[in-house]
């Protein structure tokens, strides 16, 4: 099984190899646990950009491998994050109130202290009551099913509906793109009842880890990130190779054949677009303490489909492009936006890269797309090649970009 | 295991040994029939009050003059054009198809291949065969699929069969437009269908392959159901088979070639225009 | 009494139109002089004659006169005995001559009489006043007397309006003098008759002040009592639960001390902390107390000992607001009148639901016409090309930022406006060609990737536009003749932008009509739409036709956006707010054709106004129904309403 996989996917160890270097690199270079080179706040960066590749590599999957731009999957992934966030606000505030509330003469009732978180949480959108959503907030365990059964439930139903009624291509992006929109402006209502646009705030102080300093936090996190981003990586991996990717490949490229052999494409689609979905969840609910605030922002189509750019820089179609472009695109987007990159003087007029980044970040987006669909991850294929010459020739931008280089049955 | 019992060898296939298929296989049962089945695009009457039966096994030509409702009439039975009247009914318990999804009209066993060669052009011959392979088609039947030594048998003896065995492990993409034409015949074969749907399969192949191909089809008809769309008349003639003309979305004739080329309707539609 | 003089000064000034010779003495001075006893001190009862004189004499400076008068601003000049307008300067008064304001000297403090009417004569003067201002020449003055009276009616100035109406010469003015009238009588009409027949009247209105007033008969106030008052005119008895909840209905019993006030959660604990001693409190140990039973019984033993007011259990209370009766009384006693006024009132708010609905149409027709202008070149472009293209937004912007443009250059507004739409067309024609040559001719047959191409031209513009322009909205403001609406009657209105953008859609749906199916190019566009491999053999250069297609799309892009910037701002991010919505549109709509945009347009515009409606204070609600119902449409119909049908709608 394993040495299947592993020889469906060659990448799989280099892939492995590599995250591990650089989790010990990391490590070793940590506040927490090692010299303190890196700060606390740029390993908490790193650990985000991690959830990030995991992220993307369920997006390469359901868009890469199975052909759906789906322009929802940073809305599953603002989701796990709500679930998650959702208990660390609630426990956490439920520790604030009980230590100001046992100074007092008379000892709270439960509802007494009930009331008080709420009026915690809730006194911004001014009210003073849990909504029924809370209902699940104080357990650790029914908010972390939350995690995925909210984005998978979502998925699964928005997909049904959309997958039923043969909604293919351009209208499913769009659609996906509708449901996210839908679900953001919902989210910033303040009688949402989940504080508007204020979001949820204080996630990256954990419950009864509050003499924990923060520099530990962010490296238990960061190779909590790391871990997840491997068993995603080894799980689709599994899940595009073999049968199972031959008949998501197959779908994306000629939904109707596939039909006809006698495959039911919606069911297939829509185990895809949920299984992805749910991993966007959790890589959202160990993405959001480590941010520490989440708000419906966060949710916007845009979020999206920066994804979906991410993805094909990185290279669609393979798993390790896109978590090279999400990690890429991501650090050099923070490294330009955040007054990093140095500000070029023309004389005339000075280019301030705040200003103008995300003009670069269009532009080289559209010469990637029109220039090197195969994206950053074509620049493997251009090693291999030098390495081992293919005796086959090539299909196309697209098809090429998804050949396996060892296919079996 | 299941497969031990799905994965039987290719009907017609000499090398294979006798029919260990489950089913029952009177002699020409019907297996399909459409009876008056007509459809309109837009106000125009593709099909018109279409009335057509096949039994198993059974070798069926049809040809028509273009527009004259072939493609259509495939449309229809493999269920991705819903008739607006008529009565499409399969099998034994005679149970219709017009209320299944495509998928599942293909697992009830019918199989199509298209005129223009649909292959999977990114992925190799072996992953092609092996995903028209008859197993669980179910998601999760699918993503806990595990080779098997039988199923491997399988592939390389359909890849015999449409000589593509020397090509198992090249992409699609790359095959010539006649190896893709035999590589969709292949997938055909593998799939394992009661009832094979062919669309003009002697297209852009060699005299030697358009006799291959001739053979093959009338060995499958031992076994199976056949129809075969064709416009190229000699073709139709090495078949030797009962052949259908359609005109206008509705039969016009139907009995040995000889005997609807004789048809002066036939001859006025061929020749008249 | 009072209503008795003014049926006198009435009848006076219904004399207006033959006026008495008599009474023509000459000047205001004069007048005022024959009666200088009842202006220097004037009495409720003594100065009717006065005022019939001051009415009749039909003098221009009576009715400032009777404002200073009323407002203590009119002296006695003791020396010559004169009335003048004085006020106070220094030691001395500045004086005014009576009849024309002109400045008339000054005069020292002890030869100055200062005249104060006291209440009553100040209201009978202000009563002549309203007849002076209800029949002012100025037509201003006569429309503010009506909006003072329509602002805080009262009964005493029913009889002056009344008797303006019929020298009233704007039919406008007369016919809200009428109902003013009406709405007086029925208020505060002699007798039952005349007031229902009155408010029978009012049924068949709809403006904002009839409703008003209908409702102020109709104000109503809680009541509570053991028993129903017997001769009380009850608007309705409230129930339990629907009406009326339980902890409302109690604390209305206890603000009217018909039962004790109830203890609070918070009001026990205070009770409790304050008798803690020892660590218990009525016998509780204090760690017992976060148990909710256990304040219960602490509490019981402190209400025992009698140092609390007792307990108010759930029990008592639902056995006090059982044993009362809630109920809404009318303000006004007869209830023949609150009946009649309660019909009229529901005919009024009948007419005015329907009216809504008009001016919900309205709005909604000139919405879809923003997004029929949005959405049409985005449809016409993935019509022909099966392009998505999510630029369309910055076009939009594009077109808005030209027209600003051309604003800071045009100082006219109304030239400035003439000059820019053809130039947003052109500008944004421009951009669409250029972007469709560099970019989406090399992605045809791949619109997946051609989306997020374009997508990454949208930041870029974005972001170019954000660079150029700043990040503040920048004003489009629209000519004179454009503010202001079309106002129909209180209910329905719209502003004159809104029509003009309706004309413009209509325009713009003419000449893209005309386009498709009269020209050449527009024969080429749909046999490139049909079949594109078919028109390419027969001679078409679909390379052509896809370029001009696009221009055209981006062109009207362009034009919506000048629309969209002249009732919206103009900002860098105006394209992103509509670009959803436009894909909504065609997608709702069908693909590729103009009458499926129209549609998908209506119903998406329909749908938005229609849900504001239900829930108005919700605009973000609104459109998370609106985009859930287009999910569900597309279940219904999955290629939109005006969908291609057979085989050429392809797979």
């Given at each position: 099984m394993i040495r299947s996989l592993v020889r469906d996917t060659p990448s799989i160890p280099w892939f492995l190899g590599i995250l591990a270097a650089f989790c010990l690199g990391v490590t070793l270079l940590s506040e927490a646990t090692g010299t303190g080179a890196l700060s606390t706040s740029f390993v908490k960066t790193l650990g985000k950009t991690l959830c990030l590749c995991l992220v993307a590599i369920a997006m390469d999957v359901v868009w890469g491998y199975c052909g759906i731009l789906s322009l929802g999957h940073m809305a599953f992934f603002g989701l796990g994050g709500y679930a998650i966030g959702m208990w660390l606000m609630y426990a956490r505030t439920e520790i604030i109130v009980a230590e100001s509330l046992a100074s007092a003469t008379i000892p709270p009732t439960p509802q007494e202290v009930e009331d008080a978180i709420a009026t915690q949480i809730f006194g911004v959108v001014g009210s003073n009551e849990f909504p029924w959503l809370w209902a699940f907030a104080d357990s650790f365990v029914l908010q972390l099913a939350m995690v995925v059964l909210v984005p998978g439930l979502l998925a699964l139903v928005?997909?049904?509906?959309?997958?039923?009624?043969?909604?293919?291509?351009?209208?499913?992006?769009?659609?996906?793109?509708?449901?996210?929109?839908?679900?953001?402006?919902?989210?910033?209502?303040?009688?949402?009842?989940?504080?508007?646009?204020?979001?949820?705030?204080?996630?990256?102080?954990?419950?009864?880890?509050?003499?924990?300093?923060?520099?530990?936090?962010?490296?238990?996190?960061?190779?909590?990130?790391?871990?997840?981003?491997?068993?995603?990586?080894?799980?689709?991996?599994?899940?595009?190779?073999?049968?199972?990717?031959?008949?998501?490949?197959?779908?994306?490229?000629?939904?109707?054949?596939?039909?006809?052999?006698?495959?039911?494409?919606?069911?297939?689609?829509?185990?895809?677009?949920?299984?992805t979905a749910i991993v966007a969840g959790l890589a959202g609910a160990l993405y959001y303490p480590q941010a520490g605030i989440i708000n419906p922002a966060e949710i916007a189509p845009i979020a999206s489909i920066y994804l979906a750019v991410w993805v094909a820089i990185g290279g669609r179609g393979r798993l390790y492009g896109a978590a090279i472009g999400a990690a890429f695109v991501s650090l050099l987007s923070s490294w330009f936006t955040g007054g990093g990159a140095p500000d070029i003087d023309l004389g005339i007029y000075e280019i301030r890269w705040t200003d103008w980044w995300l003009v670069l970040l269009g532009l080289s987006f559209v010469l990637v797309t029109l220039y090197a669909p195969k994206g950053i991850g074509g620049l493997v294929d251009l090693i291999a090649e030098r390495r081992a010459p293919r005796r086959t020739g090539d299909v196309g931008p697209d098809a090429g970009a998804l050949r396996k280089t060892e296919a079996a049955e | 295991m299941t497969e031990a019992v799905l994965d039987r060898p290719a009907p017609g296939d000499k090398t294979a040994g006798g029919d260990a298929a489950p089913r029952r296989r009177d002699r020409r049962a019907t297996l399909l029939e459409l009876s008056g089945v007509s459809v309109s695009f837009d106000g125009f009457r593709a099909i018109n009050n279409l009335s057509f039966q096949i039994g198993e096994p059974e070798l069926r030509a049809v040809i028509g003059p273009n527009g004259a409702g072939k493609t259509t009439f495939m449309d229809i039975v493999t269920g991705k054009t819903r008739p607006d009247t008529g009565r499409v009914t399969w099998g034994e318990r005679n149970v219709s198809l017009l209320k299944m999804s495509e998928s599942r009209i293909a697992r009830e066993g019918i199989g199509r291949k298209f005129q223009k060669p649909t292959v999977f052009e990114a992925q190799t011959v072996r992953e092609n065969l092996a995903m028209a392979l008859r197993n669980p088609r179910g998601p999760l039947d699918v993503l806990l699929h595990r080779k098997s030594a039988a199923g491997a048998r399988r592939i390389e003896e359909v890849a015999h069969e449409i000589g593509l065995a020397e090509h198992l492990p090249r992409i699609a993409g790359e095959l010539s437009h006649g190896q893709k034409q035999w590589l969709e015949i292949g997938m055909l074969l593998a799939q394992d269908p009661r009832l094979l749907l062919v669309d003009e399969p002697a297209a852009g192949m060699t005299p030697a392959e358009r006799e291959h191909t001739t053979d093959l089809l009338k060995r499958l008809a031992e076994r199976h159901a056949v129809v075969v769309v064709e416009h190229d008349m000699e073709f139709v003639r090495r078949l030797d088979c009962k052949v259908t003309v359609l005109h206008e979305g509705s039969v016009l004739a139907e009995g040995s070639l000889d005997h609807v080329t004789a048809n002066p309707q036939v001859i006025e539609v061929y020749l008249g225009r | 009494m009072c209503r008795a003089l003014i049926l006198l000064i009435i009848s006076a000034l219904v004399g207006l139109a033959a006026p008495r010779a008599d009474a023509q003495s000459g000047t205001l001075q004069d007048i005022l002089q024959t009666h200088a006893g009842e202006v220097a001190d004037p009495g409720r009862r003594t100065v009717g004659p006065l005022m019939e004189d001051l009415a009749g004499s039909g003098l221009p400076g009576v009715a400032r006169f009777l404002e200073r008068w009323s407002d203590k601003q009119v002296v006695r000049n003791t020396g010559d005995g004169l009335f003048y307008y004085g006020t106070e300067d220094g030691d001395g008064y500045a004086l005014a001559d009576i009849a024309t304001d002109e400045p008339a000297g000054r005069a020292a403090a002890d030869a100055i009489e200062e005249i104060r009417p006291n209440g009553g004569v100040r209201r009978v003067i202000a009563g002549a006043l309203v007849q002076f201002q209800l029949s002012d020449p100025d037509r201003a003055a006569r429309v503010a007397a009506?909006?003072?009276?329509?602002?805080?009616?009262?009964?005493?100035?029913?009889?002056?309006?009344?008797?303006?109406?019929?020298?009233?010469?704007?039919?406008?003015?007369?016919?809200?003098?009428?109902?003013?009238?009406?709405?007086?009588?029925?208020?505060?009409?002699?007798?039952?008759?005349?007031?229902?027949?009155?408010?029978?009247?009012?049924?068949?209105?709809?403006?904002?002040?009839?409703?008003?007033?209908?409702?102020q008969?109709?104000?109503?106030?809680?009541?509570?009592?053991?028993?129903?008052?017997?001769?009380?005119?009850?608007?309705?008895?409230?129930?339990?639960?629907?009406?009326?909840?339980?902890?409302?209905?109690?604390?209305?019993?206890?603000?009217?001390?018909?039962?004790?006030?109830?203890?609070?959660?918070?009001?026990?604990?205070?009770?409790?902390?304050?008798?803690?001693?020892?660590?218990?409190?009525?016998?509780?140990?204090?760690?017992?107390?976060?148990?909710?039973?256990?304040?219960?019984?602490?509490?019981?033993?402190?209400?025992?000992?009698?140092?609390?007011?007792?307990?108010?259990?759930?029990?008592?209370?639902?056995?006090?607001?059982?044993?009362?009766?809630?109920?809404?009384?009318?303000?006004?006693?007869?209830?023949?009148?609150?009946?009649?006024?309660?019909?009229?009132?529901?005919?009024?708010?009948?007419?005015?639901?329907?009216?809504?609905?008009?001016?919900?149409?309205?709005?909604?027709?000139?919405?879809?016409?923003?997004?029929?202008?949005?959405?049409?070149?985005?449809?016409?472009?993935?019509?022909?090309?099966?392009?998505?293209?999510?630029?369309?937004?910055?076009?939009?912007?594009?077109?808005?930022?030209?027209?600003?443009?051309?604003?800071?250059?045009?100082?006219?507004?109304?030239?400035?406006?003439?000059?820019?739409?053809?130039?947003?067309?052109?500008?944004?024609f421009g951009a669409g060609v250029a972007l469709e040559r560099l970019v989406i001719r090399h992605l045809y047959h791949r619109p997946l990737e051609t989306l997020l191409a374009t997508f990454g031209i949208s930041i870029a513009l974005q972001q170019l536009a954000k660079n150029i322009f700043g990040t503040q909205a920048r004003p489009l403001t629209a000519p004179g003749w454009l503010d202001g609406a079309w106002v129909l009657n209180d209910v329905v209105a719209i502003s004159n932008i809104r029509i003009a953008i309706f004309a413009l859609a209509l325009v713009f749906l003419a000449v893209l009509l005309l386009i498709l199916k009269r020209t050449r190019l527009g024969l080429e566009v749909r046999a490139v739409t049909q079949n594109p491999g078919m028109a390419g053999s027969m001679g078409i250069d679909p390379g052509r036709i896809n370029m001009l297609t696009f221009g055209l799309g981006s062109g009207i892009a362009g034009v919506a956006g000048v629309a969209i910037g002249l009732y919206a701002q103009v900002t860098s991010e105006m394209g992103a707010n509509y670009i959803v919505q436009s894909f909504m549109t065609v997608v709702v709509g069908g693909v590729g054709n103009v009458w499926g945009t129209l549609a998908g347009a209506t119903l998406i515009g329909g749908l938005q106004k229609g849900i504001e409606w239900f829930n108005p204070s919700n605009t973000l609600a609104a459109q998370t129904y609106m985009i859930l119902f287009i999910i569900l449409f597309i279940q219904i119909r999955p290629k939109g309403i005006v969908a291609l049908k057979g085989r050429a709608a392809g797979d």
């Open positions: 928005f997909g049904w509906l959309a997958f039923r009624s043969r909604v293919t291509g351009v209208y499913l992006s769009i659609l996906t793109q509708a449901m996210t929109l839908a679900l953001s402006l919902y989210l910033f209502q303040n009688d949402s009842g989940l504080r508007g646009n204020n979001g949820l705030s204080g996630l990256q102080n954990l419950p009864g880890l509050g003499a924990v300093p923060q520099s530990v936090v962010s490296i238990t996190f960061f190779w909590a990130s790391a871990l997840a981003l491997a068993a995603g990586y080894l799980l689709f991996a599994w899940v595009v190779s073999g049968k199972m990717g031959s008949v998501i490949r197959g779908i994306r490229d000629d939904e109707a054949r596939v039909r006809f052999l006698g495959y039911h494409v919606e069911g297939f689609k829509l185990f895809v677009f949920t299984l | - | 009506l909006d003072a009276i329509a602002r805080r009616p009262a009964a005493d100035q029913l009889e002056p309006l009344r008797a303006s109406i019929p020298d009233e010469p704007d039919p406008a003015l007369r016919a809200r003098k009428d109902r003013l009238a009406n709405l007086l009588t029925a208020r505060f009409g002699a007798d039952t008759e005349t007031r229902i027949a009155a408010i029978e009247r009012l049924s068949d209105a709809i403006d904002l002040e009839t409703r008003a007033g209908l409702s008969i109709l104000s109503a106030e809680r009541g509570v009592a053991v028993n129903l008052p017997a001769d009380a005119n009850v608007a309705r008895v409230l129930e339990i639960g629907s009406d009326l909840s339980e902890a409302d209905a109690y604390s209305q019993l206890v603000e009217a001390d018909l039962a004790p006030p109830p203890v609070t959660n918070a009001g026990i604990r205070e009770a409790l902390a304050g008798a803690m001693a020892g660590g218990r409190v009525g016998g509780v140990p204090r760690a017992d107390l976060s148990d909710p039973a256990a304040r219960t019984r602490a509490y019981a033993a402190l209400a025992e000992a009698g140092t609390v007011p007792p307990l108010v259990t759930p029990e008592d209370r639902a056995v006090a607001v059982a044993d009362h009766v809630f109920y809404e009384l009318y303000n006004e006693p007869d209830p023949a009148v609150t009946d009649a006024a309660s019909a009229a009132l529901a005919e009024v708010e009948a007419r005015v639901g329907r009216h809504q609905v008009l001016d919900l149409g309205l709005d909604a027709i000139s919405l879809a016409s923003i997004y029929f202008l949005a959405a049409i070149g985005l449809a016409i472009t993935f019509g022909v090309m099966g392009v998505i293209n999510m630029a369309h937004g910055e076009f939009i912007m594009i077109g808005a930022y030209t027209a600003y443009v051309v604003q800071t250059i045009v100082p006219n507004y109304t030239l400035s406006l003439v000059v820019a739409l053809p130039l947003a067309f052109a500008v944004a």
